[in-house]
Nanobody, 117 residues
Framework: QVQLVESGGGSVQVGGSLRLSCEGS????????MSWFRQAPGKERERVAH????????YYTDSVKGRFTISRDKVHNTHYLQMNNLKPEDTAMYYC??????????WGQGTQVTVSS
């Protein structure tokens, strides 16, 4: 059984940083494709970033380019979203996902990120 467990959310001020973690269990290969989504109140869920390890292809939504970085720790079967220079509009519930063609076969439970000015 595959499980993804997120951690690292919290409250920060504008310009601050957070690193979200997503630890996987049950399969070693699911993080060959990994992604992060977010959903703010009243808004649709959006894909923030994804990465395909084999090809090296990465994607970042325009609003986070240059500020967020997705990475993987193969040894610990964990992937991360480093978020720098956070803005109030980054406030949302963040979800990690992994596996499958579009990196979203398996989902974590979500972790809240709140950015205050």
């Amino acid at each position: 059984q595959v499980q993804l467990v997120e951690s690292g959310g919290g409250s920060v001020q504008v310009g601050g940083s957070l690193r979200l973690s997503c630890e996987g269990s049950g399969r070693r290969d699911i993080f060959d494709c990994m992604s992060w989504f977010r959903q703010a109140p009243g808004k649709e869920r959006e894909r923030v970033a994804h990465a395909f390890v084999e090809s090296g292809d990465t994607y970042y939504t325009d609003s986070v380019k240059g500020r967020f970085t997705i990475s993987r720790d193969k040894v610990h079967n964990t992937h991360y979203l480093q978020m720098n220079n956070l803005k109030p509009e980054d406030t949302a519930m963040y979800y990690c996902a992994a596996g499958g063609v579009i990196c979203s076969d398996y989902w974590g439970q979500g972790t809240q990120v709140t950015v205050s000015s």
